[in-house]
């Protein structure tokens, strides 16, 4: 039963879907409503709260450009300053009262006789509106291994998505499962604390030197005070992301000598901090740099050479009530079990809930059966008034605040044709999906991702099907160009 309609869905109360609020109030709507299923804002910033948690790249980039913090404590910001900055930005643009929270969405149906949206909560409600929004982002969804016993453990087991601040780790046995980002942050905390820490690799990952220092006292005033200084700041740092991600990773056939300088300079980190060449040799990738999402750190490599520090390559066979049996039969006995194995991407995230269009098509099945797409990454075929956030080729750039920002533009552009003419639904046409498909196929010719070595790389990057469907293959420049200029007539206007 419908009991409430509003003109616009949020799903997700995160850094995306408060740019989406911010984006709807300029627009001059106001009766929306943001669902989201945490008990506060924030999205990946208030649920990941493990030691060691950081921005992984400079935070001057990682922040809107609309709305530029001169306080960030360091230019790795730590992760409690992510989430104050959201908790700001939100009061800010007072979108917090919009905010639902421990509100789970099931699902949305669109509604061809009312031309509506029909949203499912968790609870039995049912919710009306006009457009629908999915602010979700790419990592939502955490994930579990599947491993045999592994639920049977009867030691402590904390996935560093539900981290227990309380929980004592002084003098424990701890097996961490996974070396994606999360443990690159969190290896070197934990290992200051416990009597022994056997980490579990799987796929070995690219780490670089990280350049971090405090930003001090002086500098954070200038920037307040002189806007055009933090600009200055930002500059720099967002074109230097860039160059790194357009040379090294999207122009991999053009400039394959600069991606192996940056394969290189992880090689030569690795060789500072482990002497012992054995080790170094197992922390050592075997695909090219780039397949997956390089990381920072000065510490990483360094913890593996501690004497309560151990590195387990060969794969798991099964987890008993008291340990890790690795393929080879060694058991090491644990008693705390920490899964650092991040989110699920394709199978939970590609839709986060389910979505089903015009004619019933469900987005997620549709998708799988017809490859992944979305026309700028937002808008699919046989969805109206329907924007997804986190889609197919939105990613631009190597900050997530460049997608958002990008898509408000695409936001502005679309909805004020939509109020210009004042029509009542937009769908882009199935040509033009197509066209930008094609493009986007045709870029990542020349990324790492098809031209380079990424078979064994495990990359999220990486759909069940082996298309790099995630990133948006351009500049963040001509991303947001098309934001800005894309034809209208892309999409079905009534």
Not at 238 to 243: G, Y
Not at 307 to 310: C, E, L, Q, R
Not at 472 to 489: G, K, Q, V
């Given at each position: 039963?419908?009991?409430?309609?509003?003109?616009?869905?949020?799903?997700?109360?995160?850094?995306?879907?408060?740019?989406?609020?911010?984006?709807?109030?300029?627009?001059?709507?106001?009766?929306?409503?943001?669902?989201?299923?945490?008990?506060?804002?924030?999205?990946?910033?208030?649920?990941?709260?493990?030691?060691?948690?950081?921005?992984?790249?400079?935070?001057?980039?990682?922040?809107?450009?609309?709305?530029?913090?001169?306080?960030?404590?360091r230019?790795?910001?730590?992760?409690?300053?992510?989430?104050?900055?959201?908790?700001?930005?939100?009061?800010?643009?007072?979108?917090?009262?919009?905010?639902?929270?421990?509100?789970?969405?099931?699902?949305?149906?669109?509604?061809?006789e009312?031309?509506?949206?029909?949203?499912?909560?968790?609870?039995?409600?049912?919710?009306?509106?006009?457009?629908?929004?999915?602010a979700?982002?790419?990592?939502?969804?955490?994930?579990?291994?599947?491993?045999?016993?592994?639920?049977?453990?009867?030691?402590?087991?904390i996935?560093?998505?539900?981290?227990?601040?309380t929980?004592?780790?002084d003098?424990?046995?701890?097996?961490?499962?996974?070396t994606?980002?999360?443990?690159?942050?969190?290896?070197?905390?934990?290992?200051?604390?416990?009597?022994?820490?056997?980490?579990?690799?799987?796929?070995?990952?690219?780490?670089?030197?990280?350049?971090?220092?405090?930003?001090?006292?002086?500098?954070?005033?200038?920037?307040?005070?002189?806007?055009?200084?933090?600009?200055?700041?930002?500059?720099?740092t967002?074109?230097?992301?860039?160059?790194m991600?357009?040379?090294?990773?999207?122009?991999?056939?053009?400039?394959?000598?600069?991606?192996?300088?940056?394969?290189?300079?992880?090689?030569?980190?690795?060789?500072?901090?482990?002497?012992?060449?054995?080790?170094?040799?197992?922390?050592?990738?075997?695909?090219?740099?780039?397949?997956?999402?390089?990381?920072?750190?000065?510490?990483y490599?360094?913890?593996?050479?501690k004497?309560?520090?151990?590195l387990?390559?060969?794969?798991?066979?099964?987890?008993?009530?008291?340990?890790?049996?690795?393929?080879?039969?060694?058991?090491?006995?644990?008693?705390?079990?920490?899964?650092?194995?991040?989110?699920?991407?394709?199978?939970?995230?590609?839709?986060?809930?389910?979505?089903?269009?015009?004619?019933?098509?469900?987005?997620?099945?549709?998708?799988?059966?017809n490859?992944?797409?979305?026309?700028?990454?937002?808008?699919?075929?046989?969805?109206?008034?329907?924007?997804?956030l986190?889609?197919?080729?939105?990613?631009?750039?190597?900050?997530?605040?460049?997608?958002?920002?990008?898509?408000?533009?695409?936001?502005?552009?679309?909805f004020?044709?939509?109020?210009?003419?004042?029509?009542?639904?937009?769908?882009?046409?199935?040509?033009?999906?197509?066209?930008?498909?094609?493009?986007?196929?045709?870029?990542?010719?020349d990324?790492?991702?098809?031209?380079?070595?990424?078979?064994?790389?495990?990359?999220?990057?990486?759909?069940?099907?082996?298309?790099?469907?995630l990133?948006?293959?351009?500049?963040?420049?001509?991303?947001?160009?098309?934001?800005?200029?894309?034809?209208?007539?892309?999409?079905?206007?009534?």
């Open positions: 039963m419908t009991s409430e309609r509003f003109d616009a869905v949020i799903v997700g109360a995160g850094f995306g879907g408060i740019g989406a609020a911010i984006q709807l109030k300029r627009l001059g709507y106001d009766n929306f409503v943001i669902l989201e299923r945490e008990d506060d804002l924030g999205g990946t910033w208030h649920v990941n709260r493990y030691p060691g948690l950081a921005v992984d790249i400079p935070s001057t980039t990682y922040s809107y450009w609309f709305e530029p913090n001169p306080n960030w404590s230019l790795f910001a730590p992760g409690p300053e992510l989430k104050r900055y959201a908790d700001d930005v939100a009061d800010k643009y007072d979108v917090r009262r919009h905010m639902r929270f421990s509100t789970a969405v099931e699902g949305a149906r669109w509604d061809e009312l031309g509506l949206w029909q949203v499912a909560l968790a609870g039995g409600q049912t919710l009306s509106a006009q457009f629908l929004i999915t979700t982002g790419f990592l939502s969804q955490p994930y579990t291994p599947d491993i045999p016993g592994i639920a049977t453990f009867n030691g402590r087991t996935h560093t998505t539900d981290w227990d601040a929980y004592d780790f003098g424990r046995r701890v097996g961490l499962i996974g994606g980002a999360t443990a690159v942050q969190l290896v070197p905390e934990l290992a200051k604390r416990v009597a022994e820490l056997t980490v579990y690799q799987r796929t070995a990952i690219y780490v670089v030197p990280k350049v971090d220092f405090r930003i001090p006292g002086l500098l954070q005033r200038a920037f307040a005070r002189v806007p055009l200084v933090h600009r200055t700041f930002r500059y720099v967002d074109n230097v992301l860039e160059l991600l357009i040379s090294a990773v999207l122009h991999y056939r053009q400039f394959r000598r600069l991606n192996i300088a940056a394969a290189d300079l992880s090689k030569i980190h690795r060789f500072v901090s482990i002497r012992d060449k054995e080790l170094r040799q197992k922390l050592t990738p075997d695909y090219d740099f780039g397949c997956k999402r390089p990381t920072f750190s000065n510490t490599y360094r913890t593996f050479t004497p309560n520090v151990h387990e390559t060969t794969g798991i066979e099964r987890i008993e009530p008291d340990g890790i049996v690795t393929a080879d039969g060694n058991k090491r006995q644990i008693d705390t079990l920490v899964l650092a194995t991040g989110f699920d991407l394709w199978d939970a995230n590609f839709p986060a809930i389910e979505v089903v269009g015009r004619e019933g098509r469900n987005l997620g099945k549709w998708w799988r059966e490859r992944f797409q979305a026309y700028q990454g937002v808008s699919i075929p046989y969805f109206p008034n329907f924007l997804s986190a889609g197919p080729y939105s990613y631009s750039g190597l900050s997530y605040f460049d997608t958002i920002e990008r898509e408000m533009r695409l936001m502005d552009r679309l004020r044709e939509v109020q210009r003419r004042r029509a009542s639904t937009f769908e882009v046409t199935e040509e033009a999906n197509t066209r930008f498909l094609d493009r986007m196929t045709e870029l990542l010719d990324s790492v991702f098809y031209g380079g070595s990424c078979a064994t790389s495990r990359s999220y990057y990486f759909n069940h099907s082996g298309e790099a469907t990133l948006r293959p351009t500049s963040t420049h001509n991303a947001i160009e098309e934001a800005s200029t894309f034809p209208l007539s892309d999409y079905q206007i009534a």
